[in-house]
């Protein structure tokens, strides 16, 4: 009994069953039925087509948004969302078109601009913004929203419809919006990224057709059927479609025309880019946050000596730091090192610069610049920029000629000292004679020996001292000592210079002259160049050949000699100098023989300064020129008044006598004043007499035969020589006033005295004994038949002189 039950239940179910299968397969049979029954084949391949192409459309214009500039993207996106609700728009009215031909149907207009409105916004909006959204879920939204934006625009284009009743069925409607829903949000999801665009295009496909044709198939319409005469077509629907349709074909052109155009711009400067990246002078490296090498080229591989077969795209950074290692010998943990350094590059957020140096010389400058998804390195090669550095270096800081350290150098070493508080010692040499060389023997002969001088200087200076030549023949050493030690090594210094220089067949002997000052008595590297240079000043001052030490004093002794040779200026410029003259008496008859014109100078604050005080300055700064030059003319002026048997005495000095000007200044003197040249006499001391004897003796005989008297003046107290009375053109000696003073009491003096004057009547020249003071002196001159005499005893210098003529004395101006 139970088992027949069962029996008949499940012959219940099963037939129930069937029953359903069978009622559903008759539906959709006849839903397919009613749908091709509905819908004319040639308007929904029209549709169809026509999705198709926008779909495509649709893709490109979502590529070209993706990789747009900031600028242009904003209308590509436009651009998108217009095309993509009016194609979705276009679509359906299309395949509305071949709906239902039976039926007279018309369309509101207003209604039907308000449903290609809400394609635009409802499915082109979210379409466009999927491009711009920058994760998958937000992409993945807003194409299930462009989605269900379809569904939308299909009920609001239904709406359009008029004169006519239709029933639509919710389950239909909600179908297609999931169907445009998820298959919309596929597409969007995808493009550009791991799709491509024919399954995108596609999904589009699916996702507008599918909606409409569902929501289609579950919509009913009743109304008016037409006259079997008149066409089924709805004129103004028609005039919409088409200038839809117009509009997509027309956009798809313009695609097709900016895909081509782009495409080759792209292929064109992808084609420039990898040759400029191959020609380029620098290497290249991309490497990926997982250190994979990505981009390369071959200027890299021939900077660290690579094979193109050792490298590849998709190898690891640490494959290819083993073989840049393999390439130039460099062991594991060098590798290592590198590797590690790549590593901490990387992980920076700012850019790194390094220099790496190999071991055949080449230097590599390496940048490397963090990016998003890992960094590009920058090799470039700066050995021939750093050799080049290296030589201006060199030049900036070296003498080109004897390797030595130059002038900027030693200050910046001083400056060094200074700041270290290094106690040391600074020496400034200056090559005595230097010039002559120069001169005589040509800039050949004067470099070589440059040369030697600094390598002698050097030798002495050993491996702790610094030298530098800081121009011409000025040389200078920074010696890490006391001021005592220091003066030991610049004897040496002096010593070691002056020996002999032989070059070829030519032997050269100079001396040098040093100053030297200890950190001790400076306060800056200024204060100490300051003070040596005055100590070498001082030693070339007191005759060269020596090393003299700063002491305090110097420096206000430099300032004073400064401003007495800016008084010098001055008095020269305003008059300030005036002659007073001493007479000149013989001893035959005691008259007066001439005058001696002696230069006075009344400072209006020093009162009265001495010549020997300032007449040496004036010969250093060469002053003594344009002030010789004034007392020949103002002597030869004044002695033109005075009786014609008396002469004018003028002294010269050495450097007045080495001018070229000397004769020039001695004739235009003459010429101005008008005074015979027999009554003019010059007066030079020995040391002037014996710096250039073949000089000297022309310019003498220049000077006699013009009528000019010489007089040789101090004689015995310079560089005396008896060769001078013989071979010189002199017509009087001047006994000078020291041996005069001493000749009563001192019996060698007296010798002298009695030489000079026996000499003088033997070579028929005239004696003078300078500084007769008292009865005693001038009675001894005239047992000894001395000449004349001068001195207080006659006379006091006075710039009024009177004038000895017959035994009556005349004041003369």
Request: net charge negative.
């Amino acid at each position: 009994m139970i088992a027949e039950l069962r029996e008949k239940i499940l012959f219940t179910i099963i037939f129930n069953r069937q029953e359903t299968l069978c009622t559903q397969y008759y539906c959709m049979q006849s839903l397919l039925i009613s749908l091709v029954d509905s819908q004319s084949l040639s308007f929904i391949v029209a549709a169809a087509t026509i999705c198709t192409f926008s779909a495509w459309l649709l893709v490109s214009l979502i590529h070209y948004a993706e990789v747009g500039s900031t600028t242009t993207r904003r209308w590509w996106l436009l651009g998108t969302a217009v095309v993509a609700g009016t194609s979705v728009w276009t679509t359906h009215f299309v395949a509305m078109l071949g709906y239902r031909t039976d039926l007279v149907l018309s369309y509101n207009f207003n209604t039907t601009m308000v449903s290609a409105a809400a394609a635009i916004v409802a499915v082109g909006l979210p379409f466009a913004l999927s491009i711009i959204c920058p994760r998958g879920w937000m992409r993945l939204v807003a194409g299930a929203a462009s989605g269900l934006g379809i569904g939308v625009m299909h009920i609001s284009g239904m709406a359009a419809l008029e004169n006519c009743g239709q029933v639509q069925s919710l389950g239909f409607n909600v179908l297609a919006c999931l169907i445009g829903a998820a298959c919309m949000a596929l597409a969007l999801v995808r493009p550009g990224r791991t799709g491509s665009r024919l399954v995108t295009t596609s999904l589009i496909v699916v996702a507008v057709c599918g909606t409409h044709f569902v929501s289609i198939a579950g919509t009913v319409l009743t109304g008016e059927r037409v006259d079997q005469l008149l066409p089924g077509v709805q004129v103004a629907l028609s005039v919409l479609a088409a200038t839809g349709a117009a509009i997509l074909l027309f956009g798809t052109l313009l695609a097709l025309t900016a895909a081509k155009r782009f495409d080759t711009q792209e292929t064109e400067h992808a084609r420039v880019l990898a040759t400029a990246l191959q020609k380029m002078s620098n290497g290249i490296l991309k490497v990926s946050a997982s250190e994979i090498v990505e981009l390369y080229n071959e200027r890299l591989c021939a900077m660290l000596k690579l094979a193109p077969s050792d490298m590849a795209s998709g190898m690891r950074l640490a494959a290819f730091l083993e073989c840049v290692g393999r390439a130039n010998g460099w062991e594991a943990d060098r590798v290592a090192r590198v590797l590690a350094n790549h590593r901490a590059w990387m992980a920076r957020d700012d850019e790194t610069r390094v220099e790496h140096s190999f071991e055949d010389g080449r230097i590599l400058s390496i940048a490397c610049q963090p990016i998003e998804d890992g960094a590009v390195l920058t090799f470039d090669d700066i050995t021939q920029a750093k050799q080049a550095q290296r030589e201006i270096s060199l030049l900036a800081y070296h003498d080109p000629l004897t390797g030595l350290a130059n002038r900027r150098s030693l200050l910046e070493r001083l400056a060094q000292a200074h700041d270290e508080e290094q106690p040391s010692t600074l020496l400034l040499i200056d090559l005595d004679r230097f010039k002559a060389v120069n001169d005589t023997f040509g800039h050949g002969i004067g470099d070589r020996l440059l040369v030697s001088v600094a390598s002698r200087l050097s030798e002495l200076a050993g491996e702790t001292a610094f030298v530098a030549r800081l121009g011409g023949d000025e040389m200078a050493l920074i010696a890490r000592m006391d001021a005592e030690v220091a003066m030991s090594l610049a004897e040496r210094i002096v010593i070691a210079i002056e020996k002999p220089y032989a070059f070829d067949d030519l032997t050269i002997v100079i001396g040098c002259s040093i100053g030297v000052c200890s950190t001790e008595d400076r306060a800056s590297p200024t204060d100490l160049m300051q003070r040596t240079d005055i100590a070498l000043y001082e030693a070339k001052r007191q005759g060269r050949g020596r090393a003299t030490r700063y002491t305090p004093g110097m420096i206000e002794a430099v300032a004073d000699r400064h401003l007495l040779e800016s008084d010098i200026r001055f008095a020269l410029s305003e008059g300030q100098f005036h002659l007073a003259y001493q007479p000149i008496m013989a001893l035959a008859d005691d008259t007066i023989l001439g005058f001696e014109a002696l230069i006075r100078w009344p400072h209006p604050t020093r009162g009265l300064v001495s010549p020997a005080t300032f007449i040496p300055l004036a010969e250093e700064t060469g002053l003594i020129l344009p002030i010789g030059r004034w007392v020949l003319e103002e002597a030869c002026r004044q002695a033109v008044a005075w009786p014609t048997d008396q002469h004018v005495a003028v002294n010269i000095s050495a450097v007045q006598f080495r001018s070229p000007m000397l004769l020039a200044h001695i004739t235009s003197a003459l010429a101005k004043s008008g005074l015979p040249a027999s009554r003019l006499e010059i007066e030079l001391t020995e040391t002037a007499l014996v710096e250039d004897g073949p000089q000297i003796a022309h310019t003498l005989l220049a000077l006699r035969e013009l009528g000019i008297k010489i007089a040789m003046d101090d004689f015995g107290t310079g560089y005396s020589s008896l060769a001078h009375l013989r071979d010189l053109p002199l017509d009087r000696i001047k006994i000078d006033r020291s041996f005069v003073a001493a000749a009563l009491e001192d019996k060698h003096s007296m010798a002298v005295v009695k030489a000079i004057t026996q000499m003088g009547r033997d070579m028929n020249i005239l004696t003078i004994a300078e500084g007769v003071e008292d009865a005693n002196q001038l009675a001894l001159l005239r047992a000894l038949d001395c000449d004349a005499v001068q001195g207080y005893l006659i006379g006091h210098p006075e710039r009024l002189i009177s004038v000895f003529k017959n035994g009556a004395q005349v004041r003369a101006a």
